[in-house]
């Protein structure tokens, strides 16, 4: 995807929650890629889990498969069976629960491709919502495969037409965030949930620390009203990143506009300078309410 | 030297904040060490080790997170700093999930739910439970009618595997054969099979409920017809009341649990028809949630049927203990949802 329709992307999905102490916030709803990139993460984990205990089972030399085949297998496989329905029902409904409630609000799925489940108002999210999303998520998702998996192997003849209704009708749950904004399960819309994203940032180092060379280059009113709040923010990135060849091009440009001449071997010590400046006349034009988003404005 | 590498790393004041050159970023100094306390706070939350966090730190983590979401508030409109904008929205933003977040686990919803919020948000649906039940007795009407009218009706209703040679005019003794008591080997797979099995039918009931409830209507009758139809075939061999007494042991729980989630299904379809003077996802919402909690309560109910199913049914034999055993449950589940105090609400 090109920079500029990620930036589309980011900006529709873009949303503000007001906390309850009043305080914006702003939110990005996850991508209904990254979701089902998650639901298919998590329903990989189960299946390989049951994968690994049915073969811990019979690494202590109980095979279901053996046992199954004679009639008079006895307790050890009646026990053995009701403890697998019951893992399954567990990795079914347990597994979603138990993560969703937990201080992550999500599940390992969700935690790594960085989503979380938040309340959609801004307020608590009680553990009622969150069983709410999860059980509607059984008629959703795992019926529709379920049935999906019918239709592949057991062949499509003896369906009927009811049987495709009830198709149709899973589908449209199945397929249910492509007809919302939010990209909303039926679960999630139930619940009074979504489904947003969590990046991580660190604390950065201040800027303005490196030594004051205002007296060294002056800069003067004219200079500063060229650039805006964005071109600040992309020189910023640019002195973090700090990678020679950027800086020397950067300080040609900069150079350039306001009609300085450049100079050899001082670029790092010219942005940062050019910077403080630019920044402190941004930010005390900012106090009196005047903004200046870009270059343009 | 080695234990000093697994201490908890010391939040150092930062560098001499009159350095620096712009108000801003003296402003961001003065603050910074409250803003690496919350996040410290809140990075152990989030790992699910509260024990970690001193004393002194959990008493101040409201002031804290209030102090770092004012801290946001004043930088957005002093500040140009976007690499300290962007931690102080995340910083909060994981602040605000983690004092907003969920307040008690698995565990201790459980406990809450089984203690009074399940019979609680039942109560609260009682209108539908009564249209359901309407529902539920009229269908097993129509089944019965139906079929004593035109017996044809009975192979209609019933799907062939499901009648396993129990149809109008079958021998009354091959009759009485099927609702005796099997021999008890593979009993519990049978019953959790079972469980698995009726899961589905009440999950159907509920998820049709979405569609303002009339699927589920027709569902409910179609499957109590069926129930009635079957009635009538043992009524007519007279053994009426053994059928009665066989389907009752589990039947009380099983329908209880259909009951229940057709009328949770129903809640929800209802709530999006008429939703009041809210808006419909507000009243979607609402009811979403209150019969979540009922369907969460249907999966037990369930598990306590395929148990009496496979296991009761099978090896208690007389008709007068299966009446005694399924009208105990009944009895105890009409009193557990009629009279078990709602739980207090400090603690969702």
Known sequence: MSRLALRADLARRARTLVTPEGLALPLTVGSRGARAGALILDLMIIVFGLIAIIVLFSAVGLS??????????????????????????????????????????ATPGKRTVGLRVAARDGGRLTAEMVIARNLVRDIEVILPIAYLLVIAFGGGSEIGVSGWALFAWLMLFLL??????????????????????????????????????????????????????????????????????????????IARKIGWEPGAGDEREFLEAFYAALRGHLESRMRFGERKLDKFS | MVLALFRKAEIEPPADIEAASLRSDRFRLEREMDWKRLDAIVTALEKNRPGRISDEDLLDLPVLYRKTASSLAVARETSLDAATLDYLEALVRRAWFQVYGPRIGLGGWLRRFLGGGWSASVRAIWLDICIVLAVMVAGTLVGWLLVEQEENWYYSLVP?????????????????????????????????????????VCIMAFALGFFFGIPTLLLL??????????YWVFAEASL????????????????????????????????????GDRSILAAMQSAGVRAAQVMAGCTI????????????????GDTPSRFAIGGGMLALWVIYFAFAPAPREHDT
Do not use: C
């Open chain 2, 240 to 275: 009426g009341i053994d059928f009665a007494a066989w389907i009752s042991v589990h039947g009380t729980t099983e329908l209880g649990a259909i009951l229940l989630s057709g009328a949770a299904g129903l809640h929800v379809g209802r709530s999006m028809a008429f939703p």
């Open chain 1, 176 to 253: 249910f965030p492509f007809f919302n904004k939010d990209a909303l399960r039926a679960g999630d819309l139930v619940a009074g949930t979504w489904v947003v994203e969590t990046p991580k940032a660190k604390l950065e180092e201040a800027m303005s620390l490196a030594p004051d060379r205002s007296r060294v280059y002056h800069f003067g009113e004219q200079e500063l009203s060229v650039y805006g709040e964005h071109e600040l923010q992309v020189l910023e990135s640019v002195l973090r990143q700090d990678r020679p060849e950027a800086l020397q091009e950067v300080a040609a440009a």
């Open chain 2, 221 to 230: 009758v179609y499957n109590l017809a069926l129930l009635g139809a079957m």
């Open chain 2, 160 to 200: 062939g595997e499901m009648a396993g040679g129990r149809g109008p005019g079958a021998d009354p003794e091959t009759l009485r054969q099927t609702l005796g008591t099997a021999e008890a080997d593979g009993l519990g797979v049978f019953a959790t099979y079972l469980f698995s099995n009726n899961t589905g």
């Open chain 1, 64 to 105: 279901l498969f053996d046992i199954g085949a004679e009639s008079d297998a006895g307790p050890i496989f009646n026990l053995l069976s009701i403890v697998m329905i019951l893992v399954l029902f567990l990795a079914r409904y347990g597994y979603f629960l138990w993560f969703e409630l937990g201080p992550r609000g």
């Open chain 2, 301 to 316: 109910m369930l598990i306590i049927a395929g148990l009496l199913e496979g296991y009761a049914r099978q090896l208690v």
